[in-house]
C-alpha cells in the first residue's frame, strides 16, 4: 500500500526567506502522480503543483517547485520569496495512475507559520 | 463556474440522527470523492465515484453510503450518526485526461460534530 510521510508538523520561516517542506513517499508502483496541496485557515484545499513520476524536470508554479528525487522517494516542496499569506497547513499527496479510483494519499500535513 | 460546492458548511448531530451532506459540482467531470479529515490528519478517501451509478468504498466507508445518480451530485448519507464521525468533510472532482494533471478540485468542506 501507498503511504505519504511528512516529518515536519510545522515550520516558521521569516518572510521573503525560502523554505523546503518535507515529503516522502512509499510505493511500489512505477506509474504516479505527486501533488502539494494549501489548506489556509479557512479551510479550503488549494492545489499547488504537481509531479508525474516519470517527469524529468521539477514541476516549478511560480513561486513553488518541487525538488523531485525518484531514487530517494522524496518530493519536497520549494516556496520562494515566503509571504504573510502561505502561513498554512502544507499537504503533500501521491495518487497511483493505474488505480480505477485515481484516489489520493495524504501525509498529515506541515503548518506553515511565516514571521514578519 | 461555481467549481464544487457543499451543503451544509456546519452541523451538529445527536447520537443516532441521520444526515446527507450534499455536494454538487458545476464542471462536468467523472471522478467524485468524499474524504473525511481528523483533527491533525490528513484527508482520507471515503467512497469516491467514477460516474454516474457507479459508486465504490474508499479507506474508510463504514457508517457511510453514496449514490452518483447524476454527473453533477455526489450526496454522502451518514445513518446512525457516532462520535468518531465528528470531521470535516470534503468532497472533491477530477475529470481524466491526459492533457490534464487530473488534479482534484475541492469543495469548502462541511464541519459536522456529533454529541
Known amino acids: 500500500a501507498q503511504k505519504i510521510t511528512q516529518t515536519q508538523p510545522g515550520m516558521f520561516v521569516q518572510e521573503k526567506e525560502a523554505v523546503t517542506l518535507d515529503c516522502t513517499y512509499d510505493?511500489?508502483?512505477?506509474?504516479?502522480?505527486l501533488f502539494w496541496y494549501k489548506q489556509p485557515s479557512s479551510g479550503e484545499m488549494i492545489f499547488l503543483i504537481y509531479q508525474g513520476s516519470y517527469d524529468e524536470q521539477n514541476a516549478t508554479e511560480g513561486r513553488y517547485s518541487l525538488n523531485f528525487q525518484k531514487a530517494r522517494k522524496s518530493a519536497n516542496l520549494v516556496i520562494s520569496a515566503s509571504q504573510l499569506g502561505d502561513s498554512a497547513m502544507y499537504f503533500c499527496a501521491m495518487r497511483l495512475s493505474g488505480a480505477g479510483s485515481y484516489q489520493l494519499t495524504f501525509g498529515k500535513g506541515t503548518k506553515l507559520s511565516v514571521i514578519p | 463556474n461555481a467549481g464544487v460546492t457543499q451543503t451544509p458548511k456546519f452541523r451538529i448531530l445527536k447520537i443516532g440522527q441521520s444526515m446527507t451532506l450534499q455536494c454538487t459540482q458545476d464542471m462536468n467531470h467523472n471522478y467524485m470523492y468524499w474524504y473525511r479529515q481528523d483533527p491533525g490528519m490528513g484527508l482520507k478517501l471515503i467512497y469516491y465515484?467514477?460516474?454516474?451509478?457507479?459508486?465504490d468504498k474508499g479507506e474508510v466507508p463504514n457508517g457511510y453510503n453514496v449514490s452518483r445518480s447524476t454527473t453533477e451530485d455526489f450526496p454522502l448519507r451518514l445513518e446512525l450518526a457516532a462520535p468518531s464521525q465528528t470531521s470535516v468533510y470534503f468532497c472533491?472532482?477530477?475529470?481524466?485526461?491526459?492533457?490534464?494533471?487530473?488534479?482534484?478540485?475541492f469543495g469548502p468542506g462541511t464541519r459536522l460534530t456529533v454529541l
Open positions: 510505493t511500489s508502483d512505477q506509474s504516479y502522480g
Open positions: 472533491a472532482s477530477s475529470y481524466l485526461s491526459v492533457l490534464t494533471y487530473n488534479e482534484q478540485f
Open positions: 465515484s467514477v460516474g454516474a451509478g457507479i459508486t
